[in-house]
């Protein structure tokens, strides 16, 4: 008979390093508090702050570099922001960043904060398609394009699978094919040069497919909207799934939104 041998010395260290490391994974994305400077949904307070600031509206709308600030009702969209964080330091009396990080929606509506809004964002289940739900809700595979991306959004879309993140431990993966795939992940504005491939790579993913657009550059085109070098043609003729806003997009964003659309939670 096979004796088994243990050496001893070696499981002492691994749980010697367990201990010493802890649980490396979030247990609940739903629930964690972003350290550090990360900026989240936005909140434009409906008062002038304890400073008296009478802030003008067309003030804020001039001030932001891309046209996230709108009036009428005066409002913020979470599509065009780069998170930048500028208007929050120049008018902190109308302007303050949440370190809410679900910010995912299913709309492109659904990206607007408006004045005096200060509540998550509504993910409605009954805008998600059926078949999303019916096949996608315990393993999802996702073939990412970068379409002129700036590598930023990239690095977190990789960051959502570490060990910290652990986004594989709810059935969500990238994978290097789009024929292996469920759906597409499109990062970057979208220049002319990748508008082709694009094409090729939404072609040969298997029906049923979905779409995400993650980052602020994906969904407006960011600091590069209306630019020449841009086609962004193929958002017009599909349906987007879920936008993920950002820049880049946070990981947490990202699993929330995902999760949000395969099982509504
Ligand atoms: S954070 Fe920057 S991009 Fe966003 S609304 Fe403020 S100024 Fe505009």
Redesign the pocket.
Known sequence: MMKLQFNTGSVLSEIKILAHQGKQYLPDVTAVEVPGIF?GR?VILATAGSSGDETDTQQLID????G??SGEPLS?DMG?????????RAFPSR?R?TKDYRISSFTRNGLIVREGQDSPIVMDPKLVREEIRKYFSKSLKLRQVSAAGDNSCEWELNAAGNVNFDMGRFGIEFVASPRHADGIVITGPISKNMAEPLQICYDAVPQPKIIVLAGTDAISGGIFAGSEALDRSFLIKYTVDLYVPGNPVHPLTLINGLLSLIRGK
């Open positions: 900026r936005p001030f932001c570099p891309t996230a600030i913020i065009k922001c780069v998170f930048c964080g500028e208007c929050q302007i960043f």
